[in-house]
């Protein structure tokens, strides 16, 4: 299968421009589910573990589809760096689904985020199995290591942080609580924070545009929900850390 860098630049051009959009969508109101969807998007619901399950199949099971029916010749850098995408969807796919203590969201809300991950899954795999070339010089570039520890760091944040939320409230509480510990005694987002890290040290991996779009979507998209949770929380909890930023330690 032969890449096309029009098709390629122009899909990640969208990405980019997609996450701008939603970035001014997202700062006018909230995305419908959670704690800010109301009896109207709640008309039609889909439990919180299945949602999470199925919408994020896709990014895990068409990356892994496209790694077994490659027929390109790959180094060990496109199996590094598909496996490394792999890994995460797998962590939020087969574990984070399972351990999940959300409300159930709007089927409308899983069905586009499932049709996103399907395209980015998609994007991502072909790119890296048809379209990169990444030698054996790339396993030593500096670009790669840096970019892959500040993936792992921010799963690793992204991982404790949802631990510490789902600790919070014990079965059958629906009352909210301060979270504490880990990095979020600094950001109120911390595992947005964690999960905006992971996928800019994943463009800094791979070096490439696809990539890069995705990260910017996912800043676009989940960074104002970090600040409308710590506005929420500003403004529920008088007693709330003041000296927390919203997003990013210490500056925002």
């Not at 006018?28 to 439990?47: I, S, W």
């Not at 796919?93 to 809300?109: D, H, M, N, Q």
């Not at 911390?190 to 994943?202: K, M, R």
């Amino acid at each position: 299968m032969e890449c096309s860098e029009v098709a390629v630049s122009a899909l990640s051009g969208a990405f980019i421009l997609g996450g701008f959009g939603y970035l001014q969508r997202q700062a006018k109101q909230h995305t419908p589910y959670g704690r800010y969807a109301t009896p109207a998007d709640l008309a039609h619901t889909v439990p919180a573990r299945l949602g999470w399950f199925l919408q994020e199949l896709p990014s895990f099971l068409i990356p892994a589809l496209l790694i077994c029916t490659s027929h390109r010749p790959s180094g060990p850098g496109q199996w590094l760096l598909a496996g490394t995408f792999c890994l995460h969807y797998f962590q939020r796919t087969f574990i984070y689904s399972l351990l999940t203590k959300g409300r159930p969201c709007p089927l409308y809300i899983v069905v586009c985020a499932a049709i996103f991950c399907s395209i980015n899954g998609f994007f991502q795999g072909h790119y890296l199995l048809h379209c990169a070339q990444y030698d054996q010089a790339w396993l030593a570039d500096i670009r790669l290591a840096v970019g892959l520890i500040l993936f792992f760091l921010g799963m690793a944040i992204n991982i404790n942080s949802d631990h510490i939320l789902r600790s919070l409230r014990k079965p059958g509480e629906i009352t909210y609580k301060i979270p504490k510990g880990g990095l979020f005694e600094y950001v109120t987002g911390a595992n947005f924070f964690g999960e905006i890290l992971e996928w800019c040290g994943y463009a800094i991996a791979t070096w490439s545009l696809p990539a890069l779009s995705f990260a910017v979507f996912t800043a676009c998209s989940i960074g104002p929900r970090a600040y409308h949770h710590h506005r929420f929380y500003l403004e529920r909890f008088q007693d709330y850390p003041r000296s927390r930023k919203a997003l990013v330690p210490f500056i925002f």
